[in-house]
């Protein structure tokens, strides 16, 4: 417990819990001060990028895969994307629109998790989704059927949930027949209803009053609200190519840190992506039934309150249900699995949608179609100085709290960027100090 | 206190993917909280106790000093360590630097490799403490992941498949990739358990549950792999997520020896 006659606190969190990874917490206060806060992330590095050096490009989804249990499309679509992108490969629009499907299952199957077992236990001063399964029990148990169909469409599609082993570069291995597809129609319909009075539940919560300025970053596409397909932009304005990515991103291994943090290039601010810069960025690309279940709820865009990122995550629940029906119903199975494609040595980027924000993917691959060279940037990375940034903001307000108040305070702020720290194979211990002027 | 079994979730280098299978149990997930207390498991609870435990699952490989301390103190707390997983059971795609320069590795990933502390290896739970149960997979299947834990719960020990993917891929009446389309497949020296699904979607199976009770991997390198692929190819194909398990590294070093340039010397636990 604290000692109120020594000059610092010190508040040690040694196992972040509920979200995806390894980290740790550890605060040092003064008596009117922040003297540090260090996110520990004793995650063990994993050297992805080492890996795929020599590695055959038909290797290259399944290997990017083992990154991330929860969100294994994203690192599998993105590199296969990538090398598409490398050798001009086109694919036709209905293996592009089953893609998308299968996207927008793993959203399901992720945000489905997120909101009901890791972040919303929060709103209810539960420790699990377990334990609030207990005071609301019809709320979860639907929330676990709304992520068992997303768990349905990716094994339908890729064979199993976790690391599927569908997608190919050119389109897929197999494609589903039409029958296999309508035979989830039935449960798209009901997860659309159910998805919605999730979002009305959700709208219920009580939310803290924190406001955050950031800068949100997302792909953007004027055509549909992007995941696989668009430019990255920015809530500052600036639009940028994904070819253009490393000129206006960079990542930096900091000294005292271990961490590759990643920044804009001529702008010290820290900027966010996931679903939050998704909303705010592609508002008018969300269905009228998003946008209008927004409106229903009362919540006012723009929104810088990161607790905000489960409205957030449940309105894009809504448009997965909503489009992946449509999908569904109007799938043109007589389109070929694969293009053939033809190996060149040539350099190939792609950006895409993970669950939790972009992800960009570069190979340069050699003439015999295996990678010389691999850079992945996933999204825990790009977030984690916005998270320490919200961290050293909402601190000075609780000063007056006990540790343990703080503590969990805290993780909860955390958790509201819902962090994949099983992702950020780069950074293995952020100590980060974090001098506060009082 | 609570008479249920005490139960925990413990996680080392990994994805997280085999104990997402846990919370994958949509349908399940609600007894399994009434079955078991839930003693430790970060990635779903708050509520976190020390041990002991009467049953642990383990995700991961030990890659770093730290690890190999923790796992120690997790034996001597635990009744029945179960691992789950290609990391846990064979040091997962992580232990490809075991056949490469650690140092190399380093290097490649980060700007500044003297601020990485980690060992040169990635080694399955095994090698450093008795292991009661090993489950298969990358990741583990959920089935089976439900069948080891209700066995554990009778006291009796699992009895998953040792037989080969392709009994089950017979079974399931998938046409044979290698013979229909001269595709390279692993299948005949894979641990059953996945539900074979690669031929049944065209493609040959990429060993993700390790070699089979019976294997014989010459056989297979000589009639299958090495129809269509290099030596080279076949001996790197092997060397994925279950690559440092003995059959397949032994296999794949026979088609692709280290050469001293790629092979650190250094197996210990160098730490920088």
Wanted: aromatic share 8%; hydrophobic share 40%; charged share 20%.
């Amino acid at each position: 417990m604290t000692d109120s006659a020594s000059p610092n606190r010190k508040i040690h969190v040694p196992i972040l819990t509920r979200v995806e990874g390894e980290g740790a917490l550890n605060i040092v206060l003064g008596r009117e001060s922040i003297e540090r806060v260090e996110l520990n992330i004793y995650e063990p590095p994993r050297f992805f990028e080492a890996f795929l050096q020599g590695r055959n490009h038909n290797e290259v989804a399944d290997i990017t895969a083992r990154i991330c249990g929860i969100c294994p499309i994203a690192y599998q679509m993105t590199a296969i994307q990538a090398i598409e992108s490398a050798w001009g490969i086109c694919i036709p629009e209905p293996i592009y629109r089953l893609r998308r499907l299968m996207y927008f299952a793993e959203w399901i199957e992720s945000h489905g998790l997120h909101i009901h077992l890791l972040h919303a236990p929060d709103f209810f001063g539960c420790a699990s989704g377990l334990e609030l399964a207990k005071k609301d029990p019809v709320s979860v148990q639907r929330g676990l059927k709304l992520k068992k169909i997303g768990n349905q469409v990716l094994e339908l599609l890729g064979g199993r949930a976790i690391h599927p082993i569908s997608l190919a570069v050119g389109g897929f291995f197999r494609l589903p027949r039409r029958e296999e597809l309508l035979q989830l129609v039935p449960h798209f319909e009901w997860g659309l209803q159910a998805s919605i009075d999730m979002v009305r539940w959700i709208g219920g919560f009580e939310f803290p009053e924190f406001d955050s300025p950031t800068v949100y970053v997302a792909l953007q596409n004027p055509k549909e609200y992007a995941i696989m397909n668009g430019a990255i932009a920015s809530s500052d304005g600036a639009t940028v190519d994904v070819g253009k990515y490393e000129q206006c991103f960079y990542e930096e291994h900091v000294e005292h840190s271990t961490a590759l943090h990643a920044h804009r290039v001529g702008n010290p601010l820290p900027y966010q992506v996931g679903p939050m810069a998704r909303v705010h960025l592609s508002y008018d690309q969300l269905s009228s039934t998003v946008r209008s279940l927004a409106e229903e709820i009362g919540w006012q865009l723009p929104s810088f309150n990161p607790y905000h990122s489960i409205i957030a995550r449940g309105l894009e629940l809504v448009q997965a249900f909503e489009e992946g029906l449509s999908i569904l119903k109007s799938f043109d199975s007589k389109v070929e699995a694969r293009v053939a494609y033809e190996t060149a040595e040539a350099s190939g980027c792609a950006a895409t949608e993970a669950p939790r924000g972009l992800i960009y993917h570069r190979y340069d691959l050699d003439q015999s179609g295996h990678v010389c060279r691999a850079k992945i940037v996933p999204p825990t990375s790009q977030n984690q100085r916005q998270i320490e940034r919200d961290l050293v903001q909402i601190l000075p307000s609780m000063l007056a709290e006990t540790d343990e108040s703080i503590a969990r305070r805290c993780e909860t702020l955390i958790r509201n960027y819902d962090p994949c720290i099983s992702c950020a194979t780069h950074f293995l211990k952020v100590r980060r100090t974090k001098g506060v002027e009082s | 206190m609570s008479k249920l079994p005490r139960f925990a979730v413990v996680k080392f280098a990994s994805c997280d993917g085999c104990q997402l299978t846990l919370l994958d149990c949509e349908d399940e997930l609600l007894a399994l909280g009434e079955a078991v207390h839930i003693a430790h498991f970060a990635e779903a609870s708050s509520h976190l106790e020390e041990g002991p435990y009467d049953i642990a699952l383990v995700e991961g490989s030990i890659t770093t000093p730290h690890d190999l301390e923790r796992i120690l103190q997790l034996r001597s707390m635990s009744r029945t360590l179960i691992t789950i997983g290609a990391c846990a059971t064979s040091g997962g795609i992580q232990a490809l630097k075991n056949f490469a320069d650690h140092q190399e590795f380093l290097k490649a990933v980060y700007a500044r490799p003297e601020y990485i502390q980690t060992l040169s290896t990635s080694t399955p739970i095994s090698q450093h403490v008795k292991v009661d149960f090993e489950l298969r997979g990358c990741p583990v299947d959920k089935v089976q992941l439900l069948e080891v834990i209700q066995a554990y719960l009778r006291g009796v020990r699992p009895k998953t498949s040792t037989e080969s993917v392709c009994q089950p891929c017979k079974r399931r009446g998938t046409v044979c990739v290698v013979v229909a389309q001269g595709v390279p497949c692993l299948g005949p020296v894979t641990q059953a358990g996945c539900g074979s699904i690669c031929p049944a979607f065209n493609r040959g199976c990429y060993g993700c549950f390790g070699p089979a009770a019976a294997t014989n991997m010459m056989s297979l390198s000589e009639s299958v792999l090495l129809q269509t692929m290099t030596p080279t190819e076949a001996g790197k194909w092997l060397r994925s997520f279950n690559g440092y398990s003995p059959v397949f590294a032994s296999e794949s070093l026979r088609l692709w020896p280290l050469t001293t340039s790629t092979k650190s010397q250094n197996n210990g636990g160098d730490t920088q």
